[in-house]
């Protein structure tokens, strides 16, 4: 059934969203797997459009916050406000309130603003004054400008490892820009995409099945034990100063399932676990100073933990 929804989703996100096919297809697994997704890529890259079109075809409640360096925790989370007339205080919500939130920029605000997204992140809910608020559906897509550093603030390890993936938007292939000209030239405006005949939109019915597919995917000793083995072998590995967690052990398995059901199979298998390995660790890893100097990426500590581990039969 996964398999057969998402063809249809990635089919609607395909009208407002030229290529990037396997980043959309990886977006879906993120969101049917309960994770949030750090999104980077250079300014003009589709990344707000991605998000705003994702919240469309699943019909989800959409909001977006700018993240600038004056924005406070009460901007994103609300706070409650006192009324003269009924002399009682009540709620005025903050965006984080939806299903799907867009954190724009998010590496522009300081720390003490970026906390405000980390209990709701991992608990799935909002505490304000004491009082605690449950969110139902939510998700967090945020992005960030890999080559602007002027006036951003590095985001911290805790919230970094609260994202499920982080993915990298490349610049489109020639021929995918050539058919962005041709869309926009027969009308397409991606100010109004509530004028795109979205026709697709997933149900909560639909949504509960999906991940009780997701759920029943078999998972074997062996591959779990994989997992495990590339996880602890980040840890390892003498050019890095932080692997990765036990977190990244469970979004590891979790994504795999999901990638694995989307594909169609009952299964999960070694491949699956190395497609998925990069965008789940790679914002979970940080070097040592002299590798950083020596060229080395998080991507290439990953290909060499991969290399390492013994896979499976």
Known sequence: MFKEVAGKLKKELHKAIVGYDSLLELLLVSFFSSGHVLLEGVPGTAKTLMVKALSM?????????????????????????????????????????????????????????????????EERQVTIDGVSYPLSEFMVCATQNPVE?????????????????????????????????????????????????????????????????????????????????????????????????????????????????MQGETFVTPDVVKMVAFPVLRHRIILKPEAEIEGMTPDSIIEECLETVEVPR
């Open 149 to 261: 550093y002027e006036g951003t603030y590095p985001l911290p390890e805790a919230q970094l490892d609260r994202f499920m993936m982080k993915l990298l938007i490349p610049y489109p292939e020639a021929s995918e820009e050539n058919e962005i000209l041709h869309l926009y030239h027969h009308g397409f405006d991606a100010h109004r995409l509530d004028e795109v005949n979205f026709e697709h939109k997933t149900s909560k019915e639909e949504l509960s099945r999906i991940r009780e597919e997701i759920f029943h995917t078999t998972v074997n000793p062996e591959v779990i034990t994989y997992i495990t083995d590339v996880i602890r072998a980040t840890r390892k590995s003498p050019h890095v100063m932080l692997g990765a967690s036990p977190r990244a052990s469970v979004m590891l398995l979790l994504t795999s399932k999901s990638f694995a059901a």
């Open 57 to 121: 075809v699943l019909d989800l409640e959409f909001c977006r916050i700018q993240f600038t360096p004056d924005l406070m925790p009460s901007d994103i989370v609300g706070t409650n406000i006192f009324d003269l007339d009924t002399r009682k205080f009540y709620l005025k919500k903050g965006p984080i309130f939806t299903n799907l939130l867009l954190a724009d920029e998010i590496n522009r605000a300081p720390p003490k603003t970026q906390a405000a997204l980390l209990e709701a992140m």
